[in-house]
């Protein structure tokens, strides 16, 4: 027996092909309104970041964002690192940054996550902290794209970037908030949960090309920007367990092959009685990863010494 | 992937339409993880071996307990034993091969305990005669696997839901149109709703009892509206997306926050789930009990109860918390039970108002331990929340998106709720309705796209 209908096919394709034909206007009108206010808002990080017009950037992952201060660092500084930025972020960074930046120098804070699984790390999957650079960067987007069925539609729609942020890009375009100096500092100590097993991350893949690839964009991206590109590596308690340090000193080796062929201030590798107790005292990490308030204190007053006494010399880099 | 499927299905010939569907719904199952399909069709086989062994063998003494336990045993196996035995699967369980943490974590097969219920309610029914079992195994796969039900319900029962998957016939445009408006609304309760007032449960729980009062309160009731928009809105996605097959599933929500007792809200809230619990463990049950004659009624009906809500709080999983849902519930049923007999005359409009702002913070407070990983937990947020400490909430544009969201979602609950026949009948101002849930989820929707919460159930 034949379902009844109380309307046609032909009047529900006319509604729904108007419907499909306003959404399709709305998307890119709204999207290009959005992606112009977007540029001036701090939604940016670029944006945010420039707002106070720094001389020092600091760019990386949690490790940065917790453990680099810059007031402890010395001069205008800013960290624009975040929680989950991958080195793939940190080349976008570059590559958008516009023509009159303030920046003299960028430190970036080398994490071997970024190296676990390249691309497909489960830190891509931070939509929050991607999307803001995805959406002008077409290349960071492209990485993206093959994380997330969704990214196709996002790269053409004009709204679908701007999800659950579009008042926020409105409002912070109109009116800039204070950028202040970017740190995000953790307090005390999260105890590890003895439930859970270590797992060894010796035995997943090996690092891939591609991330290697984006740290050498990221040293030449530094040098066409006319930046002097420092890198350090904010200390872990987790060197301690030996499956993961045999894999970090196999990634390192590789990354400092980068380090020396192009003009770079490498901190990575500094044996000091500083960073040896900071890695022995669990007082100054806020989890085995993570420095707290003071231990990123003490870390960046030595960082900023390092850089005086070893990177203090090194004239703004040419093209390569 | 979803619009494609309905169109591929309205053009194929009616008799390949249901063959289409059991590959699109393996299909979709597939993508979550290829290990679990074959989890997916053991189950389904087992069960389709129970229904048939049934028929031939009506008098093999124990065949229920077996088949039950058989079809359970993934089930029991996922859900309670490497959790109260963690050594089991640290050798041989599919362990994510990296998380943020660093530490391995265990993969479930999503929509486990919904499909293993559906394929109970099929043996039992099978055994109590109800139905002759399906002779096909492919038509009684598709009744399980039958995508938009699969995950996290509505827990469907054979004669409604075979009947209609194998007639295959093509949905009407009424159907298209009311497919879509619930597939609107059901992404608008989760991402205009749910997922933004998970930003502030989430805070709220991450150490309960330090939180402010005003934070305190704002996990505890946000919670409660956060669970109600995220899987009356899985369920709405799923309704949509069935009638888009020309499918009707059962309405597993009917605005149960305006229940005016606990008996009522249970009749409203997960109804699927509620009627399974009452078909096949509260009658079961209280027929047996009947049978004590020594036991007077009343504590035979209370202990049937106790039972009843233990099982469906340990449904939840294996915790602590979760039992003292159960514990709670019963409580609560059994003492409804006594003031509903007390009561002579049909409830008033006074009453029924003071029935509803009573139950509904009861929900709150019951719901709470759901959230809560531990018992200390809950009393810890109960603990901030009634300290009545100073501070605040930081104000953001979040809460305003929130409660309009909230508005929305109570206002239509209270139209269907006190005008149940009310309907928007042009085709216009549906479409428009349409039009307009789509750019709000788009603009003002979450962009995380958390999990649905009961997909962990």
Redesign the interface.
């Known amino acids: 027996m034949e ?7 032909s ?2 394709s006319l ?2 092909a ?2 499909a034909l ?2 399709i206007a ?2 890119a009108v ?1 999207g290009w309104v959005l992606r112009g206010a977007y540029q001036k808002s701090t939604v940016n990080p670029i944006y945010r970041a420039l707002l106070g017009n720094p001389e020092t950037v600091v760019l990386g992952s949690s490790t940065a964002m917790s453990g680099l201060s810059p007031s402890a660092l010395g001069g205008r500084a800013y960290n624009a690192s975040e929680n989950g930025q991958t080195i793939f972020y940190a080349a976008a960074f570059l590559r958008n940054l516009p023509l009159d930046h303030s920046l003299k120098r960028v430190i970036f804070g080398f994490d071997v996550q970024d190296f ?2 390249g691309h497909k ?3 891509m999957k931070y ?2 902290t991607l ?1 803001p650079l995805a959406e002008i960067d077409s290349e960071l987007m492209k990485k993206y794209e093959l994380n997330d069925p969704l990214a196709r539609y996002k790269y053409v ?1 004009g ?2 970037p ?7 890009v409105l ?1 912070e375009w109109w009116r800039p908030k204070n950028a202040g100096n970017g740190f995000t500092f953790f307090e005390g100590y999260e105890k590890r949960n003895p ?5 060894d ?1 010796a035995t ?1 893949l090996e690092a891939p090309e591609e991330s290697y690839e984006a740290l050498r964009q990221l040293v030449d991206l530094a040098g066409k920007r006319n930046l002097q590109l420092i890198v350090v590596s904010p200390p872990w308690r ?1 060197q301690l367990i030996p499956a993961r340090q045999k894999r970090y000193s196999r990634i390192m080796k590789t990354a400092q092959k980068i380090f020396q062929t192009s003009a770079v201030c490498n901190l990575t590798e500094i044996s000091s009685s500083v960073i040896d107790k900071l890695i022995g005292d669990e007082t100054k990490f806020f989890d085995r990863r993570h420095l707290n308030g003071t231990g990123a204190e003490i870390y960046s007053r030595f960082i900023a010494q390092l850089i005086a006494n070893r990177c203090g010399e090194l004239s703004r880099l040419s093209s390569p | 992937m979803l619009f494609s499927a309905a169109i591929l299905f309205g053009l194929a010939s009616k008799p390949v339409r249901p063959w289409f569907l059991l590959a699109a719904s393996l299909a979709f199952y597939g993508t979550f993880n290829w290990a679990f399909l074959i989890l997916l069709v053991a189950v389904i086989a087992c069960t389709y071996a129970a229904g048939r062994f049934i028929q031939r063998h009506p008098h093999f003494g124990w065949q229920v307990p077996i088949w039950t336990l058989a079809v359970m045993s993934p089930l029991l196996f996922y859900k309670y034993l490497i959790i109260w035995f ?1 050594w089991m699967w ?1 050798s041989f369980i599919p362990v994510s ?8 974590t265990v993969l479930i097969p999503v929509g486990l305990s919904f499909f293993t219920f559906q394929c109970l309610s099929y043996i039992f029914d099978v055994r109590r005669g109800y139905y002759p079992p399906e002779r096909n195994p492919l038509r009684f796969g598709l009744f399980i696997a039958f995508f938009p039900q699969l995950l996290a319900g509505p827990i469907e029962r054979w004669p409604s839901l075979s009947k209609q998957l194998f007639s295959a ?1 093509r949905p ?6 009311d497919g ?1 408006q619930l597939l609107a609304y059901g992404f608008f309760m989760k991402l205009a709703l749910a997922d ?1 007032l998970g930003f502030y449960v989430d805070a709220a729980y991450v150490n309960p009892a330090a939180n402010s009062s005003v934070a305190a309160f704002l996990g505890l009731y946000g919670f409660t509206f956060q669970i109600y928009g995220d899987f009356c809105g899985y369920s709405l996605i799923a309704l949509g997306s069935a009638r888009l097959f ?1 499918i009707k599933l059962i309405i597993n929500f009917r605005q149960p926050l305006f229940a005016r007792d606990i008996e009522e809200f249970w009749q409203r809230w997960h109804i699927s789930l509620t009627r399974w619990i009452g078909d096949y463990v509260y009658r079961p049950l209280g027929v047996q009990m009947i049978k004590i004659k020594w036991l007077p009624k009343r504590a035979q009906e209370s202990a049937v109860l106790l039972v009843t809500w233990i099982a469906m709080g340990l449904w939840h999983g294996a915790k602590v918390p979760f039992l003292i849902f159960g514990l709670i519930m019963a409580i609560l049923f059994i003492l409804n039970g006594f003031y509903k007999r007390g009561r002579r005359r049909r409830p008033r409009v006074m009453s029924s108002l003071i029935g509803w702002v009573v139950t509904f913070h009861l929900i709150v407070v019951a719901f709470a331990l759901i959230r809560a990983e531990t018992m200390e937990d809950w009393f810890g947020l109960l603990k901030a929340a009634f300290a009545f400490s100073p501070g605040h909430v930081p104000f953001s ?1 979040i809460l305003v ?1 929130i409660f309009i969201a909230l508005f929305v979602v109570m206002g239509v609950d209270a139209v269907r709720r006190f005008w149940p026949d009310y309907r928007l ?1 042009n ?2 101002s549906r ?2 309705v ?2 307009l849930l ?2 709000w ?9 958390k999990t649905i919460i009961y997909f962990g159930f």
């Not at chain 1, 379902?3 to 096919?9: E, K, V, Y």
């Not at chain 1, 701007?162 to 926020?168: D, L, N, P, T, V």
């Not at chain 2, 091969?97 to 391995?104: N, P, R, W």
């Open positions: 379902r009844q209908s109380s309307i046609s096919a009047e529900l509604a729904l108007g419907l306003f959404l709305f998307d709204g676990i699984r790390s489960e830190f939509l929050k999307a729609s709204l679908y701007f999800q659950g942020r579009a008042r926020r409002f439930n859970r097993r270590p797992e991350y997943l987790d | 963690p640290e091969t990296f998380d943020l943490e660093g530490y391995g016939e009407t445009p009424d159907m298209v149109l879509l933004w020309g544009g998106n009948k085709l216009y479409t428009a349409i039009g789509v750019i989820v788009l603009v003002l929707g979450h962009d995380d796209g």
